[in-house]
């Protein structure tokens, strides 16, 4: 039995290849296939992408791109190639270097290559938190939304409980305004002022695909974000690790059936 469920637990095994800089910092891994056979895996010459993890990644549409990270910086790299199995990783092989050219048809060139790469750095590193604060909430919301129901199912909760978490819930909908834009203005064809996401997401689109340097505007659009986002994210955090932790807790204490976010508490009879 004990080897059936070593079975059943194995971890897929991978191919994977490693791309490394001039420094040797591993800038992109990438799987490849482990069938039999001659394979070719093409790498993008681009960092990993800063979104948050998908297991089942979106397929590119008409009007859609997948994600990407920052296109590298000419230079010389190495790739080498290792097996997974079992999740101990094995080399295979000897690095091989390979150089990364620019083709030379921008219009607008950078002068500085390096500062580029540097700016969509910090923007890419701006964007992981960002989109993840506005999945963290999302999560946030669904754990309210549980714990109401089970509020209600639980007779011998105090309503103080309830009202926490419907005043929680107003707090992470005035906090979501300004991650990601009053919707009730926007249903209505009224103006706003951009949110916190969306100064993120147009320095990126405009950036990124861009070998020319950042215009003061995007400059302009990446500062306003960070302040304003380094202001609003201890707001997320202390209702989410606190105040949302503690009625959970609170819910727990007063016999609410199983939410999203606990573990239940027992003790024999």
């Known amino acids: 039995w004990e080897e ?10 991978a191919m994977l290849l490693i791309v490394r800089d001039e420094d040797g910092q591993v800038v992109r891994q990438l799987t490849g296939p482990v069938k039999k056979g001659m394979h070719r895996v093409a790498w993008d010459l681009r960092y990993p992408s800063s979104e948050p993890t ?12 997948l994600p990407v990270g920052p296109m590298v910086a000419p230079g010389t790299y190495t790739v080498s190639l290792a097996k997974r199995v079992d999740g101990q990783v094995i ?19 950078a002068e500085d ?11 890419a590193r701006l964007q992981r938190a960002v989109l993840g604060a506005g999945r963290a909430a999302g999560e946030a919301q669904n754990r309210i939304n549980h714990l109401k129901k089970a509020l209600d199912d639980a007779p011998e909760a105090d309503p103080v409980l309830a009202k926490r978490a419907r005043e929680i819930e107003q707090r992470l909908k005035d906090l979501l305004i300004w991650l990601e834009g009053d919707k009730v203005r926007s249903a209505h064809n009224e103006p706003r002022p951009p949110a916190i996401r969306e100064r993120v997401q147009r320095v ?5 695909a861009s070998s020319s340097a950042p215009t003061q505007t995007q400059l302009d659009g990446y500062r306003i974000a960070a302040e304003e986002f380094g202001q609003w994210l201890p707001g ?12 959970e807790q609170d819910a727990e204490t007063a016999g609410a059936p199983w939410t999203p976010g606990r573990v239940p508490q027992w003790q024999r009879d």
């Open 236 to 247: 997320l955090r202390k209702l989410i690790e606190e105040d949302l932790r503690q009625l």
């Open 91 to 109: 080399p295979i092989g000897e690095p091989q270097k390979f150089p990364t050219e620019p083709l030379g048809l921008a219009s607008l060139p």
């Open 54 to 65: 998908e297991l089942n990644p979106p397929k590119p549409g008409p009007f859609s791109d």
């Open 204 to 208: 990126i689109y405009g950036q990124w």
């Open 4 to 13: 059936l469920q070593a079975e059943m637990r194995e971890e897929a095994p």
């Open 113 to 123: 290559k390096a500062e580029v790469l540097a700016f969509q750095k910090k923007t």
